[in-house]
């Protein structure tokens, strides 16, 4: 008896050792288990989101530049457009300052050449006069000599 009694023992301090385990060690043991398994599923859920949060901020980045790119090609045309407006409008401008010049020049030549050609029709009255004067061998009085040479000067227009 003494090796059942033993066993006895045994199994009660065994059954004693388990209730003991079931009812202090296992709940702590199977909370800090399931603790533990839910900050990882947290984890893995916020891993999870962050994931697609990246892939969303790298979409939105990417989207972004496009849309940069755009503006940028956009405005780099309108540049272009303005500059090509510019260059045309200088152009128009130099071509009528130009076309202003050219008429002042032609315009003062033209008053050149009358003032010339009326220099010379009263040099050439003059000398008609003079000529006349020594071919009559004496002078013709003023009013006389200026009304030939309005008659001369208007017969040479």
């Known amino acids: 008896m003494n090796i059942n009694a033993t066993m006895l023992g045994q199994a009660i ?15 702590p043991l199977i909370d800090a288990i399931e603790a533990r398994q839910k900050k990882i599923a ?8 962050a994931g697609k949060d990246l892939q969303l901020a790298q979409a939105k980045a990417s989207e972004q530049m496009k849309e ?18 510019i260059i045309d409008e200088a ?6 300052e130009r076309e202003k010049i050219i008429a002042q020049g032609n315009a003062e030549v033209e008053a050149e050449r009358n003032r010339a050609r009326e220099e010379l029709r ?14 009559l061998e004496h002078s013709i009085d003023k009013e006389a000599n200026k009304h030939i040479v309005d008659k001369l000067v208007a017969e040479l227009k």
Do not use: H
Not at 91 to 96: G, T, V, Y
Not at 122 to 135: C, D, H, N, R, T
């Open 13 to 27: 301090s065994f059954a004693i050792f388990c209730w003991f385990c079931v009812k202090y060690v296992w709940p």
């Open 42 to 49: 947290d984890g893995l859920a916020d891993a999870e989101r």
């Open 68 to 85: 940069a790119k755009s503006e940028a090609a956009v405005i780099i045309e309108q540049a272009n457009k303005r500059k090509n407006q």
């Open 91 to 96: 152009k128009e401008l130099a071509n009528i």
């Open 122 to 135: 009263a040099q050439v009255a003059a000398l008609a006069i003079a000529g006349a004067e020594k071919i």
